[in-house]
């Protein structure tokens, strides 16, 4: 069984909507890294840190894979090799958190934030990489214990400040992680 690691990162959805290119360079290189492990890339399939992690890891070889919040397959970036037009709007945010063994949130705004918690809630592991810029720079400030977001602490978020680091961390915890879950029916 091959370990999905999930990518969320700010989109260029909006007018003032703007992925720096360090951002970029930085998820494109998680991307990338996240392939050369041999772990499939998720993420929402569409622009801005999602594009860039799925050409890193699709140039390196991997397998992505995209929700995208509309039915259009059109709505994809050109990297992702697997496409669900899911028709859920922002409720595709739960595809992309559940389905990942762990997640790094590079950059981010309100809709990464939401991923974010989906995931914790989930007790999925989150990998944050600081300084990335959006909500990835801002939320170890409101941190419980400086490690969850609250208090029933129900998973770790660790940090990085290096895609290489993202990556190890995120691998390593999601193997932890899925070794830990009960098998599923």
Same mark, same amino acid.
């Given at each position: 069984m091959k370990v999905t690691i999930g990518v969320i990162g700010k989109n260029e959805q909006h007018k003032n909507d703007r992925v720096d290119d360090t951002t970029m360079k930085l998820a494109e290189e998680v991307g990338r890294r996240v392939a050369e492990a041999g772990a499939v890339l998720v993420t929402g399939g569409r622009k801005g840190v999602m594009e860039a992690?799925? +050409?890193?890891?699709?140039?390196?070889? %991997?397998?992505?894979? %995209?929700?995208?919040?509309?039915?259009?397959?059109?709505?994809?970036? $050109?990297?992702?090799?697997?496409?669900? $037009?899911?028709?859920?709007?922002?409720?595709?945010?739960?595809?992309?958190?559940?389905?990942?063994?762990?997640? #790094?949130?590079?950059?981010?705004?309100?809709?990464?934030?939401?991923?974010?918690?989906?995931?914790?809630?989930?007790? &999925?592991? #989150?990998?944050?990489?600081? %300084?990335?810029?959006?909500?990835?720079? +801002?939320? &170890?400030? #409101?941190?419980?214990?400086?490690?969850?977001?609250?208090?029933?602490e129900t998973v770790e978020i660790s940090f990085a400040t290096t895609a290489a680091d993202a990556v190890a961390i995120a691998l390593r915890r999601a193997t932890a992680a899925t070794d830990a879950r009960p098998d599923q029916p």
């Open positions: 992690a799925s +050409k890193g890891a699709q140039e390196a070889g %991997g397998l992505t894979i %995209g929700f995208l919040p509309g039915m259009e397959r059109s709505g994809a970036n $050109p990297y992702v090799d697997i496409i669900f $037009p899911t028709g859920l709007g922002r409720a595709r945010n739960l595809l992309t958190a559940r389905s990942c063994d762990a997640l #790094v949130m590079i950059g981010g705004s309100c809709g990464t934030l939401n991923e974010l918690t989906i995931a914790y809630a989930e007790a &999925r592991p #989150v990998v944050i990489l600081e %300084g990335s810029g959006g909500w990835a720079d +801002k939320i &170890r400030q #409101v941190l419980h214990k400086d490690r969850y977001l609250d208090e029933r």
